[in-house]
């Protein structure tokens, strides 16, 4: 028999590679980049510096946010943007464990913390970053018209803040009532103890034993207004905060009140405290976007 020539092994023998490589180059590229998670990092929220109040400088360091988009994310997804907590003075964006793989995307937010920056300016910055949402999280997948708020602790008073007052998203030119939804955590609803602290003593930090105030920096102050639907979770009165649940309580009470209100609920995880009960208002939250 004829042996085949040089070039007939040489062909053989690069085919031989190709197809035995083919396998390795299949399984690392999906056929569709959606069904792959996708989280884009430290986006800038602000777009120009004249939407900025206070520190522009602080502002353009700490103001971005991620787009997480897991694979299980329905089309057109629910969105949900999510503000951590801290006191108003600590604490960097995350994505709550609840929220990860599941039918709906999180926008997870950094803002301007207190003493760099006053608490107004944290509003702001909560403001301004839902604004971006509104405005691009299409591209992401996500349906403009189901974004929510959300946050724990001091990111819940973030989300009650710029969902009652209107002025906060009116300054981007978006309605408070263009909100799907919020669900604050444990979120103080009256004045939160950072900003009365603040105006006592500018500059320093401020500890929870602040006395209550109820005025324009409190969501309570705004029960009046229109706004979007509204959950309140809360833990157990015997465990979380003083009067925090209390707070949360009379917040619904008054709102239900009001005839433009759209829906209100609360609920109080009992056997939880401030911290704990993040994980079953978690959830809560998860099973209402998925049905979404």
Same mark, same amino acid.
């Given at each position: 028999?004829?042996?085949?020539? +040089? ?38 929220? $602000?777009?120009?510096?004249?939407? +900025?109040? #206070? ?28 503000? @951590? %907590? ?5 604490? /960097? ?7 990860? &793989? ?22 702001? &910055? ?9 405005? /691009?999280?299409?591209?992401? #997948? ?9 946050? @724990?602790?001091?990111? %819940? ?7 009652? &007052?209107?002025? $906060?998203? =009116?300054?981007? #030119?978006?309605? /408070?009532?263009?909100?799907? #939804? ?9 004045? @939160?103890?950072?900003?009365? =602290? ?8 401020? =500890? ?5 105030? +109820? ?15 509204? @959950? ?15 707070? /949360? $309580? ?33 959830? $809560? ?8």
């Amino acid at each position: 028999m004829e042996k085949p020539s +040089i070039f007939s092994r040489h062909f053989i023998l690069i085919l031989a590679f190709l197809v035995s490589a083919v396998p390795s180059v299949v399984s690392a590229v999906p056929a569709n980049a959606q069904q792959a998670n996708e989280l884009t990092q430290a986006i800038a929220y $602000y777009t120009q510096d004249a939407e +900025i109040s #206070g520190n522009a400088d602080y502002a353009r360091e700490r103001c971005v946010l991620d787009v997480y988009r897991p694979q299980t994310a329905s089309k057109n997804a629910p969105v949900i943007v999510w503000f @951590h %907590g801290g006191g108003l003075s600590g604490g /960097n964006r995350h994505i709550p464990a609840q929220f990860r &793989d599941q039918k709906f995307l999180v926008v997870p937010v950094n803002y301007r913390l207190y003493p760099q920056a006053s608490c107004r300016d944290a509003l702001f &910055d909560a403001a301004a970053s839902v604004a971006w949402t509104f405005r /691009n999280i299409e591209k992401y #997948g996500g349906d403009p018209k189901k974004v929510y708020v959300s946050g @724990h602790s001091a990111g %819940g008073y973030l989300s009650a803040m710029i969902a009652l &007052d209107p002025q $906060y998203l =009116g300054k981007f #030119g978006i309605s /408070n009532m263009e909100l799907a #939804g919020a669900f604050p955590i444990s979120g103080q609803m009256t004045t @939160h103890f950072q900003v009365v =602290g603040e105006r006592a003593e500018p500059g320093k930090k401020h =500890g929870a034993n602040n006395p209550l105030c +109820i005025d324009e920096m409190a969501p309570l102050y705004f029960t009046k207004v229109p706004c979007p639907n509204m @959950h309140l979770l809360v833990g157990d009165p015997k465990l979380e905060w003083p009067a925090r649940v209390e707070e /949360n $309580y009379l917040l619904a009470a008054m709102l239900r009140t009001v005839k433009n209100h759209r829906e209100v609920e609360i609920r109080s995880y009992e056997g939880t405290n401030h911290g704990t009960v993040a994980a079953p208002a978690g959830e $809560y939250i998860r099973d209402y976007l998925n049905a979404k």
